[in-house]
């Protein structure tokens, strides 16, 4: 059985920074495609980010492009969003996600690509 448990998150000025962590325990890490979405009050679910198995690729969605990193520790089983010159549109609660297939370029973005979600962290960025 997998657990992801999220952490880093909190209340953050416009302009400033966070760290999301991502702990995993349980199959596989090593072999999954880890993925970061995050939903905003009255909306669905988006993509925010995504790295391969190796952490060689990474893909980001356009709103968080440029100004954000995803990275990962396949030793410590823990995936990493460093979110910088962070807005108020990005207030939302963001999840960790860990797909067991693989998974192709074109589908990174697919919530139907992950099997496994964390419970969320909250991030809120005040103006």
């Known amino acids: 059985q997998v657990q992801l448990v999220e952490s880093g998150g909190g209340l953050v000025q416009a302009g400033g920074s966070l760290r999301l962590s991502c702990a995993a325990s349980?199959?596989?890490?090593?072999?999954?495609?880890m993925g970061w979405f995050r939903q905003a009050p009255g909306k669905e679910r988006e993509f925010v980010a995504a790295?391969?198995?190796?952490?060689?690729?990474?893909y980001y969605a356009d709103s968080v492009r440029g100004r954000s990193t995803i990275s990962r520790d396949n030793a410590k089983n823990s995936a990493s969003l460093r979110l910088n010159s962070l807005k108020p549109e990005d207030t939302a609660v963001y999840y960790c996600?860990?797909?067991?297939?693989?998974?192709?370029?074109?589908?990174?973005?697919?919530?139907?690509?992950?099997?496994?979600w964390g419970q969320g962290t909250q991030v809120t960025v005040s103006s």
């Open positions: 996600a860990q797909a067991l297939d693989p998974v192709g370029a074109v589908n990174m973005g697919s919530e139907k690509s992950y099997d496994y």
């Open positions: 349980g199959r596989a890490f090593s072999a999954s495609v």
């Open positions: 790295i391969s198995k190796s952490g060689s690729n990474t």
